[in-house]
């Protein structure tokens, strides 16, 4: 099974801030990784498809990279609506796993 | 625009059958787009449980595998999950998403999700 990790698990960051988020995965997924974004009490948000492809209607301050076992999501300047939890996702084998989530909290 | 909505009892007792329906509306089921079943416990992250396409086909997260079937209604535009045997382990929060790519070659992704119904098992 693909595992997919996830780091930091949390971070505290200020509105306008710069923030990255790695995953990494267990072996070579190609560019079959998703990113979401969740918020309490709603379902996941998708934000990047295929490693790098940002969703329609998703705000351009996303940006995802990477491919094999290592990806970033960047959010290049934080906004408030932006705090939230975020899961990267492989869609590279059958069985879908997702990361652990990392929570991105005011500081 | 295509929506998901769950729905099933909120409480299953230990050791009963947890049983839920994904209902498609504003577009056909038999898109060519795979269905999936996700949880996530209570403060927990994200599990995948399994898919179905309008085929019947299947394909199920290997650690739930001897209790989960999913299935497909393709006159009534839904698909279902039932969980059975289940523990307060299985007390989570269920989403149906639809799995989607853009071309055929192209890597998927899971681009609409309902709105999540919150199941706990207990007696």
């Known amino acids: 099974d693909i595992q997919m990790t996830q780091s930091p698990s949390s971070l505290s960051a200020s509105v306008g801030d710069r923030v990255t988020i790695t995953c990494r995965a267990s072996?070579?997924?190609?560019?079959?990784l998703n990113w979401y974004q969740q918020k309490p009490g709603k379902a996941p948000k998708l934000l990047i498809y295929a490693a790098s492809s940002l969703q329609s209607g998703v705000p351009s301050r996303f940006s995802g990279s990477g491919s094999g076992t290592d990806f970033t999501l960047t959010i290049s300047s934080l906004q408030p609506e932006d705090f939230a939890t975020y899961y990267c996702?492989?869609?590279?084998?059958?069985?879908?796993?997702f990361g652990q989530g990392t929570k991105v909290e005011i500081k | 625009q295509v929506q998901l909505q769950e729905s099933g009892p909120g409480l299953v007792k230990p050791s009963g059958t947890l049983s839920l329906t994904c209902a498609v509306s504003g577009g056909s089921i038999s898109s060519s787009n795979w269905w999936s079943w996700v949880r996530q416990p209570p403060g927990k992250g994200l599990e995948w449980i399994g898919e179905?396409?309008?085929?019947?086909?299947?394909n199920y997260n290997p650690s739930l595998k001897s209790r989960v079937t999913i299935s497909v209604d393709k006159s009534k535009n839904q698909f279902s999950l039932k969980l059975s045997s289940v523990t307060a382990a299985d007390t989570a929060v269920y989403y149906c998403?639809?799995?989607?790519?853009?071309?055929?070659?192209?890597?998927?992704?899971?681009?609409?999700w309902g709105r999540g119904t919150l199941v706990t098992v207990s007696s």
């Open positions: 072996q070579s997924i190609s560019s079959y």
């Open positions: 179905i396409y309008h085929s019947g086909s299947t």
């Open positions: 996702q492989q869609s590279y084998s059958t069985l879908r796993a």
């Open positions: 998403a639809r799995d989607r790519k853009k071309t055929v070659a192209a890597p998927r992704y899971f681009d609409l």
